[in-house]
């Protein structure tokens, strides 16, 4: 079992300049949650929108190798497939030692794009939380889950570092909060493995779900509001989340509990549990990282020839119309 803690110091890093690289998703969440919580932050960017954004929103924004000039703590809140370029060009040659770096994923340490100095704590505070969630937690008085993990343990300190980071963007010490004893290895094999695996099948599973409803007779609409467009996944996957995988089922009509359990199984074939066990062996010999290293160096031309053709779909057609229907868009 991993060790799980609930609560940190976070007067540790109370008097420390926090410098977030990157105002996106993570970086703008967890940089509002340290400001309300009383903590120093400055914000490293290039000059674009996020820059703008967190100026009005009253950050001082400075170039990412100024911040990284004052930070006490570096967080890298920017993509996992630019920051081995802005690291090797802005943060580490005004990476004096000392300065605790905090990468909020384990990919570039595991992979080894990324091979930091000795020198510095090197830690990972990753949220199992979007930025949004990050944000909206804190107002709320909730914490969230987090994976921490230490790559350099310089001062003999990391691990308290990294709790009293979790508890300084709001993580733990508050109801729904825990940090988990991780590594950076296990958090990429874990964060990798989902995504390459149930999250994009569901994706594409409703997808072809929506077409198969159709070929039926079933009205777009229909098909749309009973797959995804309703919320009902809202509920269930907080059932899921209060009362457990299995255990939310009992909420639903005996009806539907016998046909998710008659049918769910049938759809784990041999089949896919080899494509599982593909997915995760691509992820442990980096057979992926290299592929998302050449798409990147390449000018992403897979990724945008992708959303390409889900942007011209059948799928994405009918639910803009429904959406714009409904008041979303
Ligand atoms: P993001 O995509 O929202 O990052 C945007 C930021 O990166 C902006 O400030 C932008 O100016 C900067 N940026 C983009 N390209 C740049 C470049 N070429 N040079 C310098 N700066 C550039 O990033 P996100 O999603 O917040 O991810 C940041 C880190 O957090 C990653 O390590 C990610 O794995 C991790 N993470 C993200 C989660 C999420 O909710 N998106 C959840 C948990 C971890």
Do not use: C
Request: aromatic share 10%; net charge negative; proline share 4%.
């Amino acid at each position: 079992m991993a060790r799980l803690y609930f609560d940190g110091n976070s007067e540790l890093i109370r008097d420390k300049i926090i410098a977030m690289i990157g105002f996106g998703n993570q970086g703008s969440a967890q940089a509002l949650n340290l400001r309300d919580g009383g903590f120093k932050v400055i914000v490293g960017n290039i000059e674009d929108e996020y820059a703008e954004r967190a100026r009005k929103l009253d950050f001082t924004v400075y170039s990412i190798s100024n911040a990284v000039k004052q930070g006490e703590i570096i967080v890298m809140a920017i993509p996992d497939e630019v920051q081995p370029e802005v690291w090797s060009r802005d943060i580490l040659p005004n990476l004096a030692p000392e300065k605790i770096v905090i990468f909020l994923s384990g990919y570039n340490i595991y992979y080894g794009f990324i091979k930091p100095p000795k020198d510095n704590d090197v830690i990972m505070v990753a949220p199992r939380m979007i930025g949004e969630g990050v944000r909206e937690n804190f107002v709320n008085g909730r914490g969230f889950p987090v994976l921490i993990g230490v790559a350099n343990n310089h001062s003999g300190k990391a691990w308290d570092y990294a709790l009293s980071y979790s508890k300084a963007i709001g993580a733990i010490g508050k109801p729904g909060g825990v940090a988990v004893e991780s590594s950076f290895e296990e958090e990429t094999i874990t964060d990798l493995f989902s995504e390459h695996t149930w999250a994009g099948a569901f994706l594409f599973m409703l997808a072809e779900g929506y077409r198969i409803l159709i070929e039926n007779g079933v009205s777009p609409e229909a098909a749309m509001l009973e797959l995804w467009a309703s919320g009902e996944l809202i509920a269930i996957t907080k059932a899921i989340v209060e009362k457990g995988l299995f255990a939310q089922l009992r909420g639903h009509s005996t009806t539907s509990q016998f046909g998710h359990l008659t049918w769910g199984p049938k759809y784990v074939t041999d089949e896919v549990k080899k494509l599982m066990r593909e997915a995760i062996r691509q992820i442990k010999d980096g057979t992926f990282a290299k592929e998302w290293l050449l798409e990147r160096l390449a000018g992403y031309p897979v990724f945008n020839r992708l959303w390409d053709e889900i942007t011209k779909s059948d799928v994405w057609r009918d639910e803009d119309r429904l959406y714009r229907l409904l008041g979303r868009r």
